[in-house]
């Protein structure tokens, strides 16, 4: 089989196995959520109701995909694809293992910066083009959280790429053969962590979707596969932050030779998704000023000043 | 920040705890013997319908959902021609029990009753009518009335005493 082949099939086989496992991450969601609510969560459809999802997509499809008259149709539709697209892209610089990954860019971590932070596009065209009060508060507040967010989402991973020299994802796994990047940079860690959850608009940070004030948010008009690309989008999200946290942080692939790297990646990372899911469990929603301030007066200078430190003790030791 | 971890935790140790949920179809919920549920209409100990037909639980209901017709047998002893409880309506407060002087029309603990079709949601006679009685035994309405209609004669019901003749002097 010819190079290109191997390529197109392995695109094709890392697209596929990611819509299928950010779909089934959400029953994976509904059951963990269950589990620490004392409850049982949907256990009906398939071995431990694992094929609500597919019941769910069927149910989805089958839908009226309805547009709202006074929306504007062109960006409505393109809104929700864009979500989907930039985070999609986002995967082709994840090593999955050293052979399993879509391309191997040396600015591997610039390019997933760039891509996250079009996705803000998606947030603010679905609100403005909804032509809603409520979505477009919505898009403004999604707009706002993740711009701010990506600014030291950025400069927390400076401190793992100056550990590694270089950009490139396989280098940074390849430096953390002996340490894992998470006992150096635990400071960045951490803002990685915090700014990740507010990149995806996750619980406590989800107040541009924030149910119970915004009515949805920017998707409150979206129905059908519409509504389904930016909740699969938000499950893509998740399993990216953890990906990347595993990649940068927790050494990647590398681990013990008694399991093949690929099992070791998909364990951490799910290790990753499960946190997720908990911080959705337990902690309430932040309200909107409350999120600015922690952004930019805590977690701002607290990268910076890891950044610095970083520095310092890196020249120190040269 | 620390009471944040804390709530965290808390909530991950809810893993290791008991689940409240009953998976229904297989397991049953317990139903407490006073549950307020499908209406049935209850017979005396003599098997012999409790119901006279005195419009006391169609009045007493607040959606109107009870409908019957009172009649009477050879004996004089009244009985419902016909009694339909429109189930669709009904909101189960349990103040025709209440209202029922005989204890005849009850609330048992059953709430399975779903239909495809409202329609099958109406009970008639027959479909409420049960052969014993319900959650109050013993009682027989005409066994403790003072009236005579078959079921026993004059003087010889519960609690009461012979008819005093009139004709002679001795008490």
């Given at each position: 089989m010819s190079e290109t082949w191997i390529n197109i099939l392995m695109v094709a086989g890392i697209l596929v196995s990611l819509l299928t496992l950010a779909a089934e991450l959400i029953?994976?969601?509904?059951?963990?959520?269950?589990?620490?609510?004392?409850?049982?969560?949907?256990?009906?459809?398939?071995?431990?109701?694992?094929?609500?999802?597919?019941?769910?997509?069927i149910k989805i499809f089958f839908k009226e995909d309805w547009i709202p008259a006074f929306a504007d149709k062109k960006v409505f539709i393109i809104a929700p694809a864009i979500v989907m697209i930039t985070i999609l892209m986002s995967y082709a610089i994840i090593p999955f293992t050293s052979e399993i990954g879509i391309v191997n860019l040396n600015i591997g971590l610039l390019f997933f910066l760039a891509t996250s932070s079009i996705g803000a596009y998606s947030v603010v065209l679905a609100g403005w083009s909804s032509n809603n009060k409520y979505s477009l508060l919505g898009a403004i507040r999604g707009a706002a959280q993740m711009i701010s967010y990506e600014v030291f989402?950025?400069?927390?991973?400076?401190?793992?790429v100056m550990l590694a020299g270089s950009f490139n994802m396989h280098d940074i796994v390849m430096a953390q053969k002996h340490s894992w990047f998470i006992i150096p940079q635990f400071i960045?860690?951490?803002?990685?962590?915090?700014?990740?959850i507010a990149e995806t608009h996750r619980l406590p940070f989800d107040i541009p979707e924030a149910e119970s004030e915004l009515v949805a948010g920017y998707h409150s008009e979206y129905s059908g596969m519409k509504f389904g690309m930016f909740f699969v989008g938000e499950y893509l999200g998740i399993m990216l932050i953890s990906a990347l946290i595993t990649t940068l942080f927790f050494g990647g692939w590398l681990g013990p030779s008694f399991l093949p790297p690929i099992v070791w990646f998909l364990l951490k990372m799910f290790v990753f998704i499960l946190c997720f899911i908990l911080l959705r469990a337990s902690l309430p929603r932040l309200r909107y000023d409350q999120l600015m301030a922690l952004g930019w007066k805590i977690l701002l200078p607290l990268s910076l000043l890891n950044l610095l430190i970083t520095g310092a003790i890196i020249l120190y030791y040269q | 920040m620390f009471s944040n971890l804390r709530s965290i935790f808390i909530v991950f140790l809810h893993m290791f705890h008991k689940r409240v949920t009953i998976e229904y179809p297989e397991k049953k919920a317990y139903l407490a013997p006073r549950w307020r549920g499908r209406i049935v209409l209850t017979r005396d100990p003599d098997h012999q319908e409790r119901c006279v037909g005195c419009y006391l639980c169609a009045a007493a209901c607040p959606v109107d959902c009870i409908a019957l017709q009172a009649t009477e047998d050879k004996d004089g002893r009244r009985y419902p021609e016909?009694?339909?409880?429109?189930?669709?309506?009904?909101?189960f407060c349990g103040f025709c029990e209440e209202a029922c002087p005989t204890d005849a029309i009850q609330l048992i603990p059953d709430f399975e009753m779903s239909e495809y079709k409202r329609q099958n949601l109406v009970y008639e006679k027959e479909d409420l009518l049960i052969d014993g009685q319900g959650k109050y035994h013993g009682y027989n309405y005409y066994r403790v009335a003072g009236v005579a209609v078959g079921v026993k004669e004059k003087g010889k019901g519960e609690n009461e005493d012979k008819p005093v003749d009139i004709k002679k002097l001795m008490p």
């Amino acid at each position: 089989m010819s190079e290109t082949w191997i390529n197109i099939l392995m695109v094709a086989g890392i697209l596929v196995s990611l819509l299928t496992l950010a779909a089934e991450l959400i029953w994976v969601e509904r059951r963990m959520l269950a589990l620490w609510q004392d409850r049982l969560g949907p256990n009906r459809t398939g071995p431990f109701g694992a094929f609500q999802v597919v019941a769910d997509m069927i149910k989805i499809f089958f839908k009226e995909d309805w547009i709202p008259a006074f929306a504007d149709k062109k960006v409505f539709i393109i809104a929700p694809a864009i979500v989907m697209i930039t985070i999609l892209m986002s995967y082709a610089i994840i090593p999955f293992t050293s052979e399993i990954g879509i391309v191997n860019l040396n600015i591997g971590l610039l390019f997933f910066l760039a891509t996250s932070s079009i996705g803000a596009y998606s947030v603010v065209l679905a609100g403005w083009s909804s032509n809603n009060k409520y979505s477009l508060l919505g898009a403004i507040r999604g707009a706002a959280q993740m711009i701010s967010y990506e600014v030291f989402m950025g400069l927390s991973l400076m401190g793992v790429v100056m550990l590694a020299g270089s950009f490139n994802m396989h280098d940074i796994v390849m430096a953390q053969k002996h340490s894992w990047f998470i006992i150096p940079q635990f400071i960045g860690f951490v803002i990685f962590f915090i700014a990740g959850i507010a990149e995806t608009h996750r619980l406590p940070f989800d107040i541009p979707e924030a149910e119970s004030e915004l009515v949805a948010g920017y998707h409150s008009e979206y129905s059908g596969m519409k509504f389904g690309m930016f909740f699969v989008g938000e499950y893509l999200g998740i399993m990216l932050i953890s990906a990347l946290i595993t990649t940068l942080f927790f050494g990647g692939w590398l681990g013990p030779s008694f399991l093949p790297p690929i099992v070791w990646f998909l364990l951490k990372m799910f290790v990753f998704i499960l946190c997720f899911i908990l911080l959705r469990a337990s902690l309430p929603r932040l309200r909107y000023d409350q999120l600015m301030a922690l952004g930019w007066k805590i977690l701002l200078p607290l990268s910076l000043l890891n950044l610095l430190i970083t520095g310092a003790i890196i020249l120190y030791y040269q | 920040m620390f009471s944040n971890l804390r709530s965290i935790f808390i909530v991950f140790l809810h893993m290791f705890h008991k689940r409240v949920t009953i998976e229904y179809p297989e397991k049953k919920a317990y139903l407490a013997p006073r549950w307020r549920g499908r209406i049935v209409l209850t017979r005396d100990p003599d098997h012999q319908e409790r119901c006279v037909g005195c419009y006391l639980c169609a009045a007493a209901c607040p959606v109107d959902c009870i409908a019957l017709q009172a009649t009477e047998d050879k004996d004089g002893r009244r009985y419902p021609e016909f009694f339909r409880i429109n189930f669709s309506r009904c909101i189960f407060c349990g103040f025709c029990e209440e209202a029922c002087p005989t204890d005849a029309i009850q609330l048992i603990p059953d709430f399975e009753m779903s239909e495809y079709k409202r329609q099958n949601l109406v009970y008639e006679k027959e479909d409420l009518l049960i052969d014993g009685q319900g959650k109050y035994h013993g009682y027989n309405y005409y066994r403790v009335a003072g009236v005579a209609v078959g079921v026993k004669e004059k003087g010889k019901g519960e609690n009461e005493d012979k008819p005093v003749d009139i004709k002679k002097l001795m008490p």
